[in-house]
């Protein structure tokens, strides 16, 4: 079966760092991305990884470890725009992705 | 500014009408897909497209739903009859193979 777990909800603080966790299990594994959804409209692209390791753009990195079936985004210097879902998304076929419930982040002052 | 378009954005209708949703992708992209959101189950892959033709439908109830992409620039997903079950929010991305995919704004639909 397929399955991914990432947290339902966290809050944090405007300026301060945060980590969204996400473990999967799929049949097949190609890459995994991550996507920003903010209430009321469409998921918009953030990141892809596809080798172990982190990649960095900008304000947010993204770290994946196949072996252990493990991702996290990491966002710095939170800001109140950054209010919005976090959607992990292995990829598990040519161009399929597997989305789960996502992370609905709130940044508070 | 290339972008995905959907018609309609918001829809409200009674139980066992036909609701068809339109999706323009964006030019010279070769693979459209078909997702539903709802709260409880997230994004669900309905269907996907390459080059026009479908690879994945598995998704989809098939005695229900209809995918198809008439031509390059149209993807068409239809619900016959509906049922309030299918209140969601449908969205349609499109991209190319082995890259990212760029969601449209969705349809949200109402089955009363």
């Known amino acids: 079966g397929q399955n991914i777990d990432q947290p339902t909800e966290m809050t944090a603080t405007e300026g301060a760092i945060v980590q969204i966790n996400c473990t999967y299990q799929t049949s097949g594994f190609n890459g995994l991305f991550w996507y920003q959804q903010h209430a009321g409209e469409a998921p918009t692209f953030l990141s892809y990884n596809v080798l172990d390791g982190l990649e960095e753009k900008g304000r947010f990195s993204s770290f994946l470890s196949r072996s252990k079936g493990y991702s996290y985004l990491l966002l710095k210097e939170l800001q109140m725009k950054d209010s919005a879902s976090y959607l992990c998304a292995p990829k598990t076929g040519a161009n399929n992705l597997f989305f789960g419930t996502g992370t609905r982040l709130t940044v508070i002052p | 500014d290339a972008r995905v378009t959907q018609t309609p954005r918001d829809k409200v209708t009674e139980m066992g009408q036909e609701v068809t949703m339109r999706c323009q992708p964006i030019?010279?992209?070769?693979?459209v897909f078909w997702y539903r959101q709802t709260m409880m189950q997230g994004l669900e892959l309905l269907a996907y497209f390459r080059n026009r033709a479908p690879l994945d439908d598995s998704g989809m109830p098939k005695d229900r739903f209809s995918a198809e992409m008439p031509d390059a620039t149209l993807a068409t997903l239809k619900i016959q009859p509906s049922e309030p079950r299918d209140s969601a929010v449908y969205f349609c991305?499109?991209?190319?193979?082995?890259?990212?995919?760029?969601f449209g704004p969705g349809t949200r639909l109402t089955v009363l």
């Open positions: 030019l010279g992209h070769n693979t």
């Open positions: 991305a499109s991209g190319f193979s082995q890259g990212e995919q760029f």
